[in-house]
């Protein structure tokens, strides 16, 4: 079973939405820390958003407002909501799950391609 699984990407105008889907196997144990990453051609991965077990949220500096993380812990899950697209948004956008305890381990999905179109 994969760890982690993305799903949602795609293509979008300008100002448009997208909503980004990760499941987290539910072989993972313990309490971990779910986020949403991206890495753009040629630029260092970075944080779009990330949400521990416990419900505390933490944005990247560049989203400003415009997306929203949710976390369903029944489910196993990470929703990342994005609006109001930009150019520079586009990037891989990768579900990343995270242990900072013992056991400590991190995964990572795939990644899910975000383009959006000017």
């Known amino acids: 079973q994969v760890p982690v699984v993305e799903s949602g990407g795609g293509l979008v105008q300008t100002g448009g939405s997208l909503r980004l889907s990760c499941t987290v196997a539910?072989?993972?144990?313990?309490?971990?820390?779910l986020g949403w990453y991206r890495q753009a051609p040629g630029k260092q991965r970075e944080l779009v958003a990330s949400v521990t077990s416990g419900g505390n949220i933490k944005y990247g500096d560049f989203v400003k407002d415009r997306f929203t993380v949710s976390r369903d812990n029944g489910k196993n899950t990470v929703d990342l909501q994005m609006n109001d697209l930009q150019p520079e948004d586009t990037a891989v956008y990768y579900c990343?799950?995270?242990?900072?305890?013992?056991?400590?381990?991190?995964?990572w999905g795939q990644g899910t391609p975000v383009t959006v179109s000017s």
């Open positions: 990343n799950a995270r242990r900072f305890v013992t056991p400590i381990y991190t995964y």
């Open positions: 539910g072989s993972i144990r313990g309490a971990y820390t």
